[in-house]
């Protein structure tokens, strides 16, 4: 385990708070609209958007947006690296953050359907080895609380970021950013390690990582507390329960049925020369990274890419879909699965499989080192928007910066959909 000081300790607490709470909780609050009066067409639509990333100096974004049953835009803006000149559009990958995990909640819903297990299956039926919640040995954890976020394991964030994220090899390590990915969050420069022996050290007796600060004293299912962790081990659990490795796993059941030919959980198959370059801001390039517990927050798409998955979500949830599995799994995905009071008023009002309700709507956010993400789908499948961003959020003053994109993106988008 890496030795830090007390002054890296608070930056790595900042930044570890934000990477989970923060990350996942997009404000849907809509803010006054400072750059246009009304937006009416794509036109209107293209050039606010562009007024956005000048105004408020984003590196690039892209957006889809369906509306009754097509993808009615498509659009990216701004640069895919700075430094190359080379400009944001649908075919440049990224990673996508926390938005991942509803591609983890469309996996479970393939392995319900398919028998493996169910919502209520306790995990250790599935698992290897019993996970154990050292602060109460009792409790039965069950995929149902994995998924909801309930299950008592939570993220300890003494050791989360520099045993989880790592900095891929050749990568130009004189930076800026790449100092403080190293030096100041402790990331290795390594490739990824098998997602077991990731996860070994977590949740067996010898591992490194192993520990009472892995969990909170609970009945799963009764307190909620997001968590990467819990969301790798389900990832875990599918690869257990179906006995084929989760990145091929994602890639036969969910990527390829929705062609998403550009989209992979393993890093070591993303296509760099495509990739979008991670930002502190605007002057300050990432090195390109991943995470060993892959599954909560590391799949790489396209925008392109993106829009089929957004357009199937919106079919699935009318029913009108049946490309990944029967209607009946779509609509779990979609289901509010917890009582009332459990989740957090700031954070959503319910949880689905991963998916989170705010209002009349579902959503799904992300932000990790230098890239943002947001989805969110009308309740009645009408519409549904996606947004993706090499634009940073995590470290401390960048969260308000993306917010505020954020909502000035879904005004817009709002608008637009309110007039078409």
């Known amino acids: 385990m890496l030795h830090k000081t007390n002054t890296i300790k608070v930056f790595v607490t900042i930044v570890f708070a934000i990477l989970t709470i923060a990350c996942s909780n997009d404000d849907d609050m809509v803010i006054g609209n400072p750059l246009s009066t009304e937006i009416q067409t794509r036109a209107d639509l293209t050039?606010?958007?562009?007024?956005?990333?000048?105004?408020?100096?984003?590196?690039?974004?892209?957006?889809?947006?369906?509306?009754?049953?097509?993808?009615?835009?498509?659009?990216?803006?701004?640069?895919?690296?700075?430094?190359?000149?080379?400009?944001f559009n649908n075919q440049s990958v990224i990673n996508i953050a926390s938005l991942s995990k509803t591609f983890v909640a469309a996996a479970t819903a393939k392995a319900i359907e398919q028998g493996h297990f169910s919502l209520d299956t306790p995990i250790n039926e599935v698992l290897p080895i019993d996970i154990v919640n050292l602060k109460n040995p009792e409790a039965i954890i069950?995929?149902?609380?994995?998924?909801?976020?309930?299950?008592?394991?939570?993220?300890?964030?003494?050791?989360?970021?520099?045993?989880?994220?790592?900095?891929?090899?050749?990568?130009?390590?004189?930076?800026?950013?790449?100092?403080?990915?190293?030096?100041?969050?402790?990331?290795?420069?390594?490739?990824?390690?098998?997602?077991?022996?990731?996860?070994?050290?977590?949740?067996?007796?010898?591992?490194?990582?192993y520990s009472a600060n892995n969990f909170i004293?609970?009945?799963?299912?009764?307190?909620?507390?997001?968590?990467?962790?819990?969301?790798?081990?389900?990832?875990?659990?599918?690869?257990?329960?179906?006995?084929?490795?989760?990145?091929?796993?994602?890639?036969?059941n969910i990527i390829e049925p929705l062609q998403m030919n550009n989209t992979t959980f393993n890093v070591l198959e993303v296509d760099f020369n495509q990739t979008a370059v991670p930002y502190l801001d605007k002057n300050t390039p990432l090195p390109l990274y991943g995470n060993h517990g892959y599954p909560e927050g590391s799949i790489h798409t396209t925008n392109s890419d993106l829009g089929y998955y957004l357009l199937d979500m919106?079919?699935?949830?009318?029913?009108?879909?049946?490309?990944?599995?029967?209607?009946?799994?779509?609509?779990?995905?979609f289901t509010e699965q917890l009582g009332s009071g459990i989740i957090p008023n700031f954070f959503a009002d319910n949880h689905g499989v991963y998916w989170y309700k705010k209002g009349s709507n579902w959503m799904h956010g992300g932000n990790s080192l230098g890239v943002s993400s947001h989805m969110e789908i009308d309740e009645d499948g009408g519409f549904g928007f996606s947004i993706i961003s090499n634009m940073d959020a995590t470290f401390s003053g960048n969260s308000p910066k993306w917010e505020e994109v954020l909502s000035l993106i879904k005004y817009a988008i709002e608008q637009y959909l309110q007039n078409n």
């Open 314 to 333: 919106t079919k699935g949830m009318k029913g009108q879909s049946n490309t990944l599995f029967s209607s009946d799994y779509y609509e779990m995905l």
């Open 142 to 209: 069950t995929v149902k609380s994995l998924v909801t976020h309930t299950s008592g394991i939570i993220d300890d964030p003494s050791t989360y970021i520099a045993t989880n994220y790592f900095v891929l090899p050749g990568q130009d390590m004189s930076t800026t950013g790449a100092n403080i990915l190293v030096n100041q969050l402790g990331l290795s420069i390594t490739n990824p390690v098998p997602l077991e022996d990731y996860l070994a050290e977590y949740f067996i007796e010898d591992g490194e990582l």
């Open 217 to 252: 004293d609970v009945e799963p299912g009764s307190t909620w507390s997001y968590s990467n962790v819990a969301t790798s081990l389900m990832g875990f659990v599918i690869e257990s329960a179906t006995e084929v490795d989760f990145a091929t796993y994602v890639k036969s």
């Open 47 to 87: 050039a606010y958007l562009q007024d956005v990333l000048e105004a408020k100096e984003v590196a690039g974004f892209a957006i889809n947006i369906v509306q009754n049953d097509s993808l009615t835009y498509n659009q990216a803006f701004g640069f895919q690296s700075i430094e190359q000149n080379l400009f």
